[in-house]
């Protein structure tokens, strides 16, 4: 057989990735309904951006003037997600801060106010469970899902706001490993990909 000029086959047009997607906080499949459930994390404007890194380094060995098969070692292994946040709720602003939310008293402001606060530590409460990038791939009914554990928003809170448009906060959240993850180096992340026909 010739060797094809292009990699377009008649089943390329089931592989592609698109729209932006949804993120979901908390994903879970329940074994019950046979559908995955979660938080969604509130509507989105730009795309978002899902980033797995693994880097590595080579064992030097004297003699050896090419780098050999195997000596390959996995040192750093990261995952992050990017979310434009267009629906600004007080609970994305408390995320983005890793900062805490209370409903204002009465001497600080009218009824039905609440407090957004920063804080002075990190606490186990600001890792989310996991995060997910929930997306359509054309070959399936079934969503591609990227779910990034213990996910932690690195990125602060920044946004501009202009006439005849509405304010995006731009969201960084990154992966951390648990206790019991720590030793096995391996990216804390699970790509759910569906069976295309």
Do not use: W
Not at 78 to 95: M, Q
Not at 101 to 106: K, L
């Amino acid at each position: 057989m010739a060797l094809k000029q292009t990699g377009y086959t008649e089943d390329t047009p089931k592989y592609y990735l698109v729209d932006a997607g949804a993120v979901y906080k908390n994903i879970v499949y329940d074994d019950g309904s046979g559908e995955f459930n979660g938080d969604l994390l509130g509507a989105t404007s730009g795309g978002n951006r899902v980033t797995l890194n693994q880097e590595y380094r080579q064992v030097k060995i004297d003699g050896v003037f090419t780098t050999p098969v195997g000596s390959d070692i996995l040192t750093k292994a990261e995952a992050k997600i990017e979310i434009n946040v267009k629906e600004v709720t007080a609970e994305a602003i408390r995320a983005a801060i890793n900062g805490t939310i209370r409903n204002a008293e009465t001497d600080e402001a009218p009824s039905g106010y609440k407090i957004i606060e920063g804080k002075s530590k990190v606490e186990t409460a600001d890792y989310i469970n996991n995060l997910g990038l929930v997306g359509t791939l054309t070959g399936s009914d079934q969503p591609v899902i990227f779910v990034m554990s213990h996910a932690f928003c690195t990125s602060g809170l920044e946004f501009d706001t202009k006439d005849d448009d509405e304010a995006v906060i731009k969201m960084m959240f990154e992966s951390r490993a648990n206790a019991g993850e720590v030793q096995d180096r391996k990216m804390p992340v699970k790509i759910y990909y569906p069976n295309i026909a």
